[in-house]
């Protein structure tokens, strides 16, 4: 008789170092803010804050058909509002053709080259009130989620701290993982996403 120890066993629960595929709507304020209906659902690697926090710990042990309803408060989500990422710049700073809207979305470009995103939050005479803080932040977030699939990662996956997919591209990867990592810096240095 031979024994042998398979390393290569297909999880059965999510866990740490697992691949999990989940479907998924993301619902705030009562309305639907994003989804995998319609395309493919999201692969990431447990246990590597690849996800916000809060839904992280929710998926802990379920299993691959398994439906949840989770709710997410905003401390385990995008974080809450941050005072500090309210910025007031002089409005003569601005070109002429932004339109200074309450609500408008813009890019940021600081003087070292980093885009950042803000919102205009207020507008005065003089001054405009820019918000750095996240979209989400503040807000709670309600998922609805399920699992629809398990792997095992690979070694390379486990060393990078991400799922490399099949038609994954490294560089997009990279530079995707570089805009969220400003944004987060952008919010509270306490939180950790
Ligand atoms: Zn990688």
Same mark, same amino acid.
């Given at each position: 008789? $031979?024994?042998?120890?398979?390393?290569?066993?297909? +999880?059965?629960? /999510?866990?740490?170092?697992?691949?999990?595929?989940?479907?998924?709507? =993301?619902?705030?304020?009562?309305?639907?803010?994003?989804?995998? $209906?319609?395309?493919? +659902?999201?692969?990431? *690697?447990?246990?590597? @804050?690849?996800? /916000?926090?809060g839904l992280e710990k929710a998926v802990?042990?379920?299993?691959?058909?398994?439906?949840k309803?989770v /709710?997410?408060?905003?401390?385990?989500?995008?974080?809450?509002?941050?005072?500090?990422?309210?910025?007031?710049?002089?409005?003569?700073?601005? +070109?002429?053709?932004?339109? *200074?809207?309450?609500?408008?979305? *813009? @890019?940021?470009?600081?003087?070292?080259?980093?885009?950042?995103?803000?919102?205009?939050?207020?507008?005065?005479?003089?001054?405009?009130? =820019?918000?750095?803080?996240?979209?989400?932040?503040?807000? !709670?977030?309600?998922?609805?989620?399920?699992?629809?699939?398990?792997?095992?990662?690979?070694? !390379?996956? *486990?060393?990078?701290?991400? /799922?490399?997919?099949?038609?994954?591209?490294?560089?997009?990867? !990279?530079?995707?993982?570089? $805009?969220?990592?400003?944004?987060?810096?952008?919010?509270?240095?306490?939180?950790?996403?």
């Amino acid at each position: 008789m $031979e024994f042998t120890l398979n390393n290569n066993q297909n +999880p059965t629960v /999510v866990e740490n170092d697992v691949v999990v595929s989940m479907d998924y709507t =993301l619902t705030v304020d009562g309305e639907v803010v994003d989804s995998s $209906e319609g395309s493919e +659902p999201i692969d990431f *690697l447990q246990g590597y @804050q690849n996800i /916000v926090p809060g839904l992280e710990k929710a998926v802990y042990g379920m299993k691959t058909g398994e439906s949840k309803h989770v /709710v997410v408060s905003a401390a385990e989500g995008y974080g809450e509002m941050d005072e500090d990422a309210f910025v007031e710049i002089p409005r003569k700073d601005f +070109p002429e053709d932004i339109p *200074l809207e309450i609500g408008l979305d *813009l @890019q940021v470009r600081n003087d070292d080259g980093t885009a950042m995103e803000a919102t205009i939050a207020d507008v005065t005479d003089d001054m405009v009130k =820019l918000d750095f803080n996240h979209p989400l932040a503040g807000k !709670e977030l309600l998922f609805d989620i399920k699992i629809v699939g398990l792997r095992a990662a690979t070694e !390379e996956e *486990l060393e990078h701290g991400h /799922v490399h997919g099949e038609d994954y591209d490294e560089e997009e990867f !990279e530079e995707e993982f570089e $805009e969220i990592d400003v944004e987060n810096l952008e919010e509270d240095d306490e939180e950790e996403a």
